[in-house]
Structure formats: structure tokens, C-alpha cells
């Protein structure tokens, strides 16, 4: 039959992850967690390697620039040809009556600026 002892009679105090237990025996642990070393609670120790992405990085910036660049040609060739459309047509006032009042601005290709035709 086994009972919970301190700690301190376990190895490695079951790394304070684990209850110790004592037998007729010896002393052991068992675990909190399922993914430890059950001799002392403990983490496994794994090794892992860091890859080499060296390449992988400068090959993601390149990538980033060149659609950052292509962003910027986009929105620059929208805003030019929004200048431009609205260059080309311009607002003409008609006068209509003997009174003179504007009744109506008209968009006129090619017109000049605030020319004001008579009907």
C-alpha cells in the first residue's frame, strides 16, 4: 500500500509537478501532467534545430517590395486618371431668361473654365 509523503522524500522533489507516494520499496511520483519523465515529474527534454531560413526571409521581402511597388504604381495611375477625366470636362453656366439667373451648369468636353455661354 502507498501514501502521500513530502516532497522532499522524492527525487528531485517531483520537480513540484507531482505528489509523492511511498511504498514499502521506495519513494515515487506521480505526475500532474501526463508528458513528463514520471521517475521525477520533469519536463522531457527535447532537442529540436532551428532550419536554416535565411533564403526563405530575403526571398518574402523581395516578394513584400514588389507588391508594395505595384500597390503604389496602381493607386498613383488611378489618381492620375481621375486628374486627368476631370480636367477634360468642365462646368459650363447657361443663363436662361432676361433676368440672367444661372439655371443650369452643363459638363462640356474641352470648355474653357467658367465660360458662360448666352442660348
Do not use: K, Q
Not at 19 to 46: G, I, M, Q
Amino acid at each position: 500500500m502507498a501514501s502521500s509523503v513530502d516532497r522532499s522524500f522524492c527525487l528531485a522533489r517531483c520537480s513540484d509537478r507531482g505528489v509523492c507516494f511511498a511504498s514499502a520499496e521506495e519513494h515515487f511520483c506521480v505526475c500532474y501532467d501526463v508528458d513528463v519523465d514520471p521517475s521525477d515529474c520533469s519536463p522531457l527534454s527535447t532537442s529540436t534545430t532551428i532550419p536554416d531560413s535565411s533564403e526563405g526571409f530575403w526571398i518574402s521581402w523581395l516578394l513584400l517590395c514588389l507588391v508594395g511597388t505595384a500597390l503604389l504604381g496602381v493607386f498613383w495611375a488611378v489618381g492620375w486618371l481621375v486628374v486627368r477625366f476631370r480636367r477634360r470636362y468642365r462646368v459650363v453656366l447657361v443663363r436662361e431668361g432676361s433676368e440672367g439667373r444661372v439655371a443650369a451648369g452643363r459638363m462640356v468636353p474641352n470648355a474653357p473654365p467658367l465660360e458662360i455661354a448666352d442660348p
